[in-house]
């Protein structure tokens, strides 16, 4: 009995559900229940002593520290490749160069390169079931990581080369509304993370000591509450280039702090706010409600102004994206087909909308991809949670790029992977974009990928297999490029590294 039990383990671990299935079809054929009833009579010892033994290993990996352990794959190993593709050629994005918020640490992400597939090396390293949602690296190269699990959200610094966390700070605990999650967060050019709390409070939170050491400590806290009501919260944060923190509540209450004299400005659009803040270097400020694209800027006592305002049709599903040629992108659906609008910077005036997937096929949750002139959008339709995603089931395939061409839109390629809920990450040196997939399979195992496509063609060039299982799924956490070359992601267990074989 022993040997059989092993065997079907080993054969489950391998090749997933599927194995559980024929082992469930077998045990209808009488011959077979009965030899496997009589086993299991003269085995009840063995049974007990295992279940033991599975016991002290589940209380062992509880007590071992964050960090310590890689995030446990699910059965289903050898169902789907490691490995398909081969090493992308790199060949730089042609666009304007990035201008760097004096405010906002370290450089552009878009700027750095990202892993080639060089025979990639996959690191995991397990937070039990924290989802770091957001990630943000330091001018020291110190991840920051905004993670949430039931006891509420947290800071994490997490080494970059053991992934093991050197530090933590609580956030005051979450809302049960999963668009006031409190991941609204920057680093300001003191490296400090400017993150919004789930109360309507503003914290800056120092991520290194006087001596240079790995420390989490709130340096100012910046209290909305006066300006914010309750039942209202905070939904996104962003410097622009005199220094200023922007601010948006979910009711559309959008504002800003000096951070010198602590004094909040406020503005009321009345319409509701569900994404992030876009800023330039002209002093505007960008969002996109519910109803309406808006540019604002702030008078010389702070107070937001709007410069104007552009309706829409239909629902927005991401924050403002700059691109070239003086327009700001974002998405919309109109008649239950998602499409990307172009909008000029100056005046507000819609250039053009670019219907993308089919009809009643397509919606985004993702962030928009900006690759200079253009934007890469991807389809998270059918996608509603992590469980939406369980036994091998995707959502529907697609991610576009689309591009501003002489005031008109042009759609440049399309691409059939499946990117549930993480949308896609750039790296222009390199010519390509990041996105985090998962193929159907049959056998009812979740693998899940990191997947090179070139910007220029939409070519897949490479996907290395990240983990398996509900675990190791994003549910809208984005893929972050380090400056040494690696890809970093927050699953719903952990953290995930991409980097090239040295």
């Not at 593709?85 to 390169?113: D, I, M, T, Y």
């Not at 706010?273 to 969002?287: I, K, M, P, S």
């Not at 305002?309 to 974002?330: C, F, K, M, N, Q």
């Not at 993702?366 to 690759?371: D, K």
Request: proline letters at 7%.
């Amino acid at each position: 009995m022993v040997w059989l039990v092993a065997a079907l383990v080993l054969l489950w671990v391998a090749w997933g559900p599927a194995v559980l299935v024929v082992a469930a079809a077998a045990l209808c054929v009488p011959r077979i229940r009965w030899w496997v009833q009589d086993q299991a009579r003269v085995s009840r010892r063995v049974v007990a002593w295992s279940t033991g033994a599975v016991a002290v290993l589940v209380a062992v990996v509880v007590v071992v520290p964050d960090g310590r352990l890689p995030i446990p794959p699910a059965p289903g190993a050898w169902a789907g490749p490691a490995y398909v593709g081969r090493p992308a050629l790199p060949h730089a994005v042609v666009a304007a160069e990035v201008p760097q918020n004096p405010h906002r640490s370290a450089g552009a992400a878009v700027a750095r390169p990202g892993p080639l597939g060089l025979q990639p090396e996959v690191e995991t390293s397990w937070f039990g079931l924290q989802h770091c949602s957001r990630l943000e690296l330091t001018s020291t190269e110190v991840l920051v990581a905004l993670c949430a699990d039931r006891s509420g959200p947290s800071l994490r610094l997490v080494d970059p080369d053991t992934l093991r966390p050197t530090a933590s700070h609580d956030l005051p605990a979450g809302s049960e509304d999963d668009a006031c999650a409190g991941d609204a967060l920057y680093l300001d050019s003191a490296d400090r993370a400017v993150v919004a709390t789930t109360d309507r409070r503003v914290q800056a939170v120092r991520t290194a000591s006087a001596q240079g050491e790995p420390e989490l400590a709130t340096d100012t806290t910046w209290d909305l509450r006066p300006y914010v009501p309750y039942g209202d919260c905070l939904v996104a944060l962003a410097p622009d280039w005199a220094g200023r923190t922007w601010w948006a509540s979910r009711q559309g209450l959008v504002g800003t702090i000096a951070h010198d004299t602590g004094e909040v400005r406020v503005i009321d659009l009345g319409e509701d706010v569900r994404r992030g803040l876009t800023t330039d270097e002209g002093g505007a400020v960008y969002v996109v409600t519910d109803e309406s694209l808006q540019r604002l800027s702030a008078g010389p006592d702070g107070m937001p102004t709007v410069a104007w305002r552009t309706a829409y049709d239909g629902t927005s599903g991401s924050a403002p994206v700059l691109v070239d040629g003086g327009a700001v992108a974002i998405t919309d659906t109109v008649d239950s087909r998602l499409g990307v609008l172009f909008v000029a910077r100056d005046g507000g005036r819609a250039i053009c909308r670019q219907p993308v997937f089919e009809k009643g096929e397509g919606a985004s949750e993702s962030p928009l991809a900006p690759l200079g002139g253009g934007v890469v959008v991807t389809n998270n339709h059918d996608y509603s949670s992590p469980r939406s995603t369980m036994l091998g089931f995707t959502s529907s395939p697609g991610i576009v790029r689309v591009d501003l061409v002489d005031g008109a839109c042009v759609e440049r390629w399309t691409s059939d992977a499946v990117s549930p809920s993480s949308g896609v990450t750039p790296s222009w040196p390199n010519g390509l974009v990041y996105a985090w997939t998962k193929r159907p399979a049959l056998s009812g195992v979740s693998a899940w990928y990191l997947t090179a496509l070139d910007t220029d063609s939409g070519r897949s060039w490479w996907s290395v297999r990240t983990g398996t299982g509900l675990l190791a799924g994003s549910d809208h956490s984005e893929i972050t490029i380090g400056p040494d070359g690696s890809a970093w992601l927050g699953t719903l267990a952990g953290l995930v590294r991409v980097t090239d074989r040295s």
